[in-house]
């Protein structure tokens, strides 16, 4: 089962609206919030886009998030600051 919510998260850690997004994977801005709210299941092509894009591995998107399946407590996990720019960068 595809979690559009992965997507929703990975699309905000990267800085990304809907726009943006669709923009990158050639489609329609709907059809990302289709994706999102789980009401379609990307294409595969658009699956392969969203894995070289994001660098996560597709099944990633299809397993479903720690903190709803109520393996973890959501007080009990680390999120990153909004200010991605506070990070260093790797001069290698």
Known sequence: MFYGDKLTELRELNGLSRKDLADKLSVSEQAVWQYE?????????????????????????????????????????????????????NSH
Do not use: C, Q, W
Request: charged fraction near 35%.
């Open 37 to 89: 709210s789980d009401k379609v299941t990307p294409r595969i092509d658009v699956l392969n886009a969203l894995r070289d894009l994001m660098e996560v591995d597709t099944s990633f998107l299809f397993e479903p998030n720690m903190v709803t399946r109520g393996v973890a407590s959501e007080g009990h996990i680390a999120y990153r600051a909004d200010d991605r720019k506070s990070r260093k960068k």
